[in-house]
């Protein structure tokens, strides 16, 4: 019997099927590695509204923001969002909380904009490596100098 791969929709044999059980139904995916992704998916997505949360300091239940949150997904993904989110919380914390709204809508909407107009321009920035500096020294052939020797101590040494 086939199944329909909750991740790509394609149809598995139900052997083959990697089976999740949730909530005493069984979910299928192709194999371990897209229930993974998933799983993955799903958890930077719960970490950019947590993080939108702690920039509006409640938890938002307004439908409004998935809306907005849906727009500029059309063009930059969970984790691009949650990198911007992370990298100007406080500024964003500062300027949502200060101001004065007239509706918690046009907060989002105010919210939204400057996501819009601050993500372009956003790169993530790269973790410095500890920079590494090759010492290059040369392997020590140093001889000891044989002592100098007037001409009388040669003449003595060979004489004996």
Known sequence: MLVK???CNNKVDRKDAFKV???????YYCNEAEYLTVLHDRKIRDDTY?????????KIINTALFKEL???????????ILAYLKENKDYMT???QQRDYSSEYAKIRYFSAMIKNGIADFKV????????VE?????????????????SDIEEQVGE
Do not use: M, T, W
């Not at 947590?50 to 409640?58: K, M, R, S, T, V």
């Open 50 to 58: 947590e993080c939108i949360n702690e920039i509006f300091g409640y």
């Open 70 to 80: 849906s727009f500029i997904l059309g063009s930059y993904s969970y984790d691009q």
């Open 21 to 27: 059980v949730v909530d005493g139904k069984n979910i």
């Open 135 to 151: 010492v290059d020294i040369p392997d020590g052939h140093y001889k000891r100098r044989q002592k100098k020797r007037s001409l």
């Open 125 to 132: 920035k790269e973790k410095e490596a500890p920079k590494q």
């Open 94 to 96: 500062s300027v949502i």
């Open 5 to 7: 791969c909750r991740y």
